[in-house]
């Protein structure tokens, strides 16, 4: 799936930090449907996506277009890949396009939250059939809904070699580097298409009032799209409107006083009942969503320093990177030099930053070779340190600079025992 090009697209975009934590991805009669939960296995694909279902959507395509004709045929490709018949010729053109980057981004609603669709549910929605480029295999269909189980984004991805995406959304924005004199008419809709630098080829449009767009990349990935393109079209787009979700899930974005922070009923109990010294509460946050459950917490020095606490619902991937705590290679900060990029050995780079260890693990020792004194100019002087704690179902990131050591590890080490 990571070869997927539609996935590489939405990695690409930038999106709002606590939302991303939050979130780290219609009208119509039709009656809710309950549809299965998004899988483990789909957890990684929705933390890509989850934010970037925004169709970047050409202003040239909210009004009427020039009248164009339809284009020359283009030069036949001789190899075609595995869906699209050897006698399909090209018409669309594919001119290079850069997409501003300073383009205003556009989050989904309060209440966001994504639900996996079985194949059979997906069938259902295009009248005439599932489009053949995805027939054979394709990544796990995901719909996104509003806090009220109403319809807003869809995607869908080819598997495999094809890199091919397909995603229609409620919302797009502008990314103005188009003008109406771009769209062309095609089966009675008008178009528009571009490639961008990394070499993938796009298609947008608008119909029904939502914002459609097809990614393709690799071998004959214009041919690829213009197909896909001509499956949709005029009278087979898929009923993405019908789709309602009744088992709504529980949501709460709120900015906390340090005596909530102290009160909540899931993760109070770990906020620590003094400060480090010199450091005073700053910020609380609490979050839930469809796939995360958490609540933040701040302290400041009032310059640079910060010690902070991430409190959060454990995962699977958390118990996965738990460490042995006598196997100081992985972890010890006193084994290397900064940057650590340069000095630790590959098969622990990856989780050297922020290891995770069983609570009964934690000791003033470990906490110890987590710790390492820095004095760069313009930064907090003194301690940094940042380690993951694994308590049953709940995972307590601890990370903090222009600490005292052994004032931090007090005020750690206490927070555990709570």
């Not at 009032?209 to 949709?232: C, F, K, S, T, V």
């Not at 693990?361 to 100019?377: F, K, N, P, S």
Request: charged share 25%; net charge negative.
């Amino acid at each position: 799936m990571k070869n997927n090009a539609y996935v590489t697209y939405m990695n690409s975009i930038e999106v709002d930090g606590e939302l991303h934590r939050r979130l780290l991805e219609g009208a119509g009669a039709a009656q809710p449907r309950r549809r299965r939960p998004l899988l483990p296995a789909a957890a990684g694909l929705a933390a890509a996506l989850a934010l970037s279902f925004a169709m970047l959507w050409a202003p040239g395509l909210q009004s009427e277009p020039p009248s164009v004709a339809d284009p020359a045929p283009g030069t036949p490709v001789q190899s075609a890949p595995p869906g699209v018949p050897d006698d399909f010729v090209g018409t669309l053109q594919f001119p290079r396009q850069t997409i501003e980057t300073d383009a205003a981004r556009v989050l989904p609603p309060e209440g966001y939250f994504e639900r996996e669709l079985s194949r059979e549910e997906l069938e259902e929605l295009f009248p005439v059939g599932l489009p053949a480029l995805f027939t054979d295999s394709f990544d796990p269909a995901v719909a996104g809904y509003t806090g009220q189980g109403e319809f807003y984004c869809l995607r869908l991805a080819a598997q495999g070699e094809q890199q091919l995406g397909l995603a229609v959304s409620q919302s797009g924005f502008t990314c103005g580097v188009t003008q109406q004199s771009d769209a062309v008419l095609y089966r009675g809709t008008w178009v528009q298409c571009g490639s961008d630098t990394g070499g993938e080829h796009w298609i947008r449009f608008e119909q029904g009032g939502l914002h459609w767009e097809i990614r393709a990349a690799g071998e004959d990935a214009a041919r690829r799209a213009e197909y896909l393109l001509g499956e949709l079209l005029p009278d087979n787009l898929p009923d993405v409107q019908s789709l309602r979700e009744s088992d709504i899930p529980e949501w709460e974005n709120r900015v906390l006083t340090l005596s909530e922070a102290r009160s909540d009923g899931r993760f109070g109990s770990f906020v620590p009942q003094r400060a480090p010294k010199g450091f005073s509460f700053e910020s609380a946050r609490r979050y839930r969503d469809w796939r995360s459950d958490g609540l933040n917490v701040l302290y400041t020095d009032g310059g640079y320093g910060t010690f902070e606490l991430r409190v959060r619902a454990a995962s699977e991937d958390d118990a996965a990177r738990v460490l042995d705590p006598e196997k100081r290679e992985a972890y010890d900060t006193g084994l290397y030099e900064i940057p650590w990029a340069d000095s630790v050995p590959q098969q622990y780079a990856e989780n050297f930053d922020n290891p995770v260890f069983l609570a009964q693990d934690v000791t003033a020792e470990l906490l110890g070779r987590r710790m390492y004194h820095v004095e760069d100019a313009g930064d907090a002087a003194g301690v940094r340190v940042r380690l993951s704690v694994l308590l049953d179902d709940t995972l307590v990131e601890v990370s903090g600079k222009g600490l005292e050591q052994g004032d931090a590890v007090s005020v750690i080490l206490a927070l555990l025992e709570e």
